[in-house]
């Protein structure tokens, strides 16, 4: 039931009891105008700047229509009211869809559109609860409870430090511009989920700001009228993060071999032999391997910065050193041992190489307005971005990842990386604005690949990994991993983010979601030290994949083989997570039917206890697995939040008491917990002998 309800001063829209929209004079629940921004961009950090010229004060409203499916309301403001916003309300069920229209109207009281786009800029404000909690917007490396804070969403690098600790931040911004703030992140979505058991996702690609600092209404402020504002009602969390789920859409089903063991990172430093040798002492060692993941594959391109990767997609190295004799060759042979081969692909191209010259020549990448290619830089080499607004595009790039990384090198998967840089002045072969299309890119690309490996028949065998989004990528990549945290105990930026960016992804849509064991970017004198990467293996295990990254430099941080410590460790973590393949085959089946995330904020299956409302450091690993990893250096206990059930402790097999407990967290022992009961007893019970 929809309703509207007037009052001596405005009305109050409700579904069922449930207040949307309140409108005043004083406190219009709706705005528009019109602005411009300035964007600087760096390494894939933005610096934003809106320009507002004209916001309204919309004062004035007329009720059009009104029964229990639908409302039509006119608002106008006072100064100007030819200029006319139309808000019409359907109720779909037990969705709400919202949806803003500009214009003038007709003497016969219709809308006329104002197609021009005169306005691009709209506000509204949600009706709120003081006591709900408030997650979501994607990938949130700092936050899990965003009540009280205001976020803008805009797809970019999650930067290099993030604000925590300040002195890391500063050096990188100093260094690189790349400092990050505690919001900046790879994978925003402009959608929320509220413990008053609604979600609300605006349907929009450019910059947008949510503000829930207030105590009775949330800010959503967008730089273009949005196309639908929905908002679906539920009767718990968990159905909630379901219904949301089944909107954007899940993820493609893992391939059974992901659950067999861990990828390790082995670069091709030193040829075939080198990585027959690194990857022989991992087994010695009794680590269990499922993939090995060379980024290297294709080549190498050396720069100030180091030696990077030549991206020209293929493998066979003309023009550039390469580092593997034969790669499709030696993938076969890693293939007839049981492991299989993963690469890497981004949607840049070095300028340097044969598949720039050939897109540019037929117009598949980015351009400048004046026509020309447009050349950017990630770190020290120059590159284009192709335009993937342009279908050619689109069928060219595909039938490269299903020619040169499918058919000929035989990759059972790679990193599909970055998806941040286009330009928001770009000239896009569709005619679209670069703005609008900046938050839309990773989803296509993401989509691309995808429709490769469906294309290629390789569906149920191939895993790719994507770190950038927006709204529903979530049904087009088969793995997210966290990005490019720092190999170190920062919260914002180390081993602790990876935890709530999980969570945080999880409730907006995303079930199979993994990060770099031990980190990937190094400052000096940051370098990954090796009880930070034994916690990180120990996260790891408890997560959908387990998979090790060399970082930026190699060569001053802590590898999976640096000691015989660490690779026994490694070993037998892989043993642990192997042994829990039935329970990881079984949570994702309940992704796949239900949408609820593998690794879960704790205020899923215990909202009704405020002390899981903030828990973003500790999770549940589907309902049966309770995980608290230790992410603070030299600690041998850990303090962890125990819910009202019946949980045992892992290790030692006794039972736990309810509340803030201490337990005893030695390396290879983090504190876990299994539901007791559970028909997965018998899997938990066989870790403790490990």
């Given at each position: ?5 007037q ?12 207040i949307i929209?309140?409108?005043?004079k004083?406190?219009?629940c709706?705005n528009?105008?019109t602005g411009?921004a300035s ?43 030819s200029?006319?916003?139309e ?19 007709s ?8 197609e ?19 997650y ?17 969403l805009w797809?970019?690098e999650?930067g ?10 500063w050096?990188a911004?100093i ?15 402009p ?6 058991h609604?979600f ?7 910059y947008?700001?949510?503000d ?18 929905i ?23 893992l391939?059974?071999w992901v ?8 670069q ?14 991992a ?10 993941w ?25 023009g ?5 004799d034969?790669?499709?060759?030696f993938?076969k042979?890693?293939?007839?041992k ?10 840049f191209l070095n300028?340097?190489?044969?598949q720039?010259k050939e ?5 598949l990448?980015i351009?400048?307005?004046?026509g ?7 770190t020290?080499f ?11 595009t ?14 000929e ?7 599909s ?6 330009p928001?002045d ?7 604005s ?6 839309h ?6 989509r ?18 994507t770190r ?5 990528t ?20 180390g081993l ?11 409730l907006?849509?995303?079930g199979?979601?993994?990060s770099?064991?031990?980190g ?6 940051v ?28 060569e ?9 410590e ?12 192997a042994?829990?393949?039935p ?19 704790m205020v ?19 309902k049966d ?17 125990i819910p009202d059930?019946?949980?045992?402790n892992?290790?030692?097999g006794?039972?736990?008491?309810k509340g ?8 290879g ?6 539901r ?15």
């Amino acid at each position: 039931m929809l309703t509207i309800d007037q009052t001596h001063k405005g009305f109050i829209v409700k579904y069922k009891n449930k207040i949307i929209l309140k409108h005043s004079k004083d406190s219009p629940c709706c705005n528009f105008g019109t602005g411009n921004a300035s964007y600087s961009e760096h390494l894939g950090s933005y610096k934003i700047k809106e320009n507002l010229f004209y916001k309204t004060s919309l004062t004035k409203f007329k009720i059009i229509e009104t029964n229990a499916s639908h409302l039509r309301i006119h608002f106008s403001d006072s100064t100007n009211p030819s200029e006319v916003l139309e808000i019409i309300i359907r109720n779909e069920n037990r969705r709400i869809v919202i949806i803003p229209k500009i214009g003038t109207l007709s003497p016969e009281n219709t809308l006329i559109i104002d197609e021009g786009k005169k306005y691009n800029r709209f506000w509204i404000k949600l009706a709120a609860n003081p006591d709900e909690a408030i997650y979501g917007c994607g990938e949130q490396y700092s936050e899990l409870n965003l009540r009280g804070k205001k976020l803008p969403l805009w797809v970019e690098e999650q930067g290099i430090g993030r604000g925590d600790p300040k002195w890391i931040t500063w050096l990188a911004d100093i260094k690189a511009g790349a400092g990050g703030k505690w919001y900046t992140t790879y994978y925003p979505q402009p959608t929320f989920i509220s413990t008053d058991h609604y979600f609300c996702h605006v349907d929009m690609t450019s910059y947008s700001v949510f503000d829930f600092i207030c105590s009775d209404f949330h800010l959503l402020h967008s730089w273009e009228i949005p196309k639908q504002i929905i908002l679906e009602y539920h009767n718990t969390l968990l159905d909630t993060v379901s219904g949301l789920s089944t909107f954007l859409g899940r993820q493609p089903k893992l391939a059974d071999w992901v659950y067999d063991g861990m990828w390790l990172a082995i670069q091709g430093k030193g040829g075939n032999q080198a990585v027959r040798n690194r990857l022989q002492k991992a087994l010695d060692a009794k680590v269990l391997v499922s993939g090995i993941w060379s980024q290297d594959w294709q080549g190498i391109v050396t720069t100030p910065f180091g030696t990077q990767l030549f991206w020209d997609w293929k493998w066979d190295g003309k023009g550039r050193p390469v580092r593997f004799d034969n790669f499709p060759e030696f993938v076969k042979e890693m293939r007839e041992k049981g492991i299989r081969y993963l690469g890497y692909i981004n949607s840049f191209l070095n300028i340097e190489g044969e598949q720039f010259k050939e897109a540019s020549k037929k117009g598949l990448v980015i351009k400048n307005r004046d026509g020309t290619d447009f050349i950017t830089k990630t770190t020290t080499f120059p590159v284009a971005l192709l335009d993937l607004s342009n279908p050619a595009t689109q069928i060219w790039i595909k039938d490269i990842i299903k020619q040169n990384l499918i058919n000929e090198a035989g990759l059972s998967g790679w990193m599909s990386d970055f998806g941040e840089y286009l330009p928001p002045d770009a000239a896009l072969h569709s005619g679209e604005s670069g703005e609008s299309y900046h938050n839309h890119f990773p989803v296509v690309w993401q989509r691309l690949n995808l429709e490769a490996v469906q294309e290629a028949g390789k569906s149920e065998e191939i895993v790719f990994f994507t770190r950038s989004g927006y709204s529903h990528t979530s049904k087009y990549t088969t793995m997210v991993w966290a990005g490019d945290q720092m190999p170190n105990w920062s919260m914002g930026d180390g081993l602790a983010s990876v935890i709530p960016a999980g969570l945080s992804l999880g409730l907006c849509g995303i079930g199979y979601y993994h990060s770099d064991i031990g980190g990937f970017t190094s400052i000096k004198p940051v370098v990954r030290k090796k009880e930070n990467f034994m916690r990180w293996v120990e996260h790891s295990t408890f997560t959908m994949l387990m998979r090790t990254h060399e970082g930026i430099k190699p060569e001053i941080n802590w590898q999976f083989d640096s000691d015989q410590e660490t690779l026994d460790h490694l070993a037998r973590m892989t043993h642990i997570h192997a042994i829990m393949k039935p329970y990881l085959q079984h949570i994702s089946e309940e992704y796949q039917t239900t949408g609820i995330p593998p690794m879960r904020a704790m205020v899923l299956h215990y909202e009704s206890d405020p002390e899981v409302r903030d828990l973003k450091y500790q999770y549940l690993f589907g309902k049966d697995l309770l995980v608290a990893p230790v992410i603070k250096k030299k600690r041998k206990s850990w303090k962890v939040y125990i819910p009202d059930d019946q949980w045992i402790n892992i290790w030692t097999g006794k039972d736990c008491m309810k509340g803030w407990q201490k337990y005893a967290a030695p390396l290879g022992k983090p504190p876990v917990f299994y539901r007791k009961g559970t028909r997965f007893t018998n899997i938990f019970e066989s870790i403790q002998k490990l």
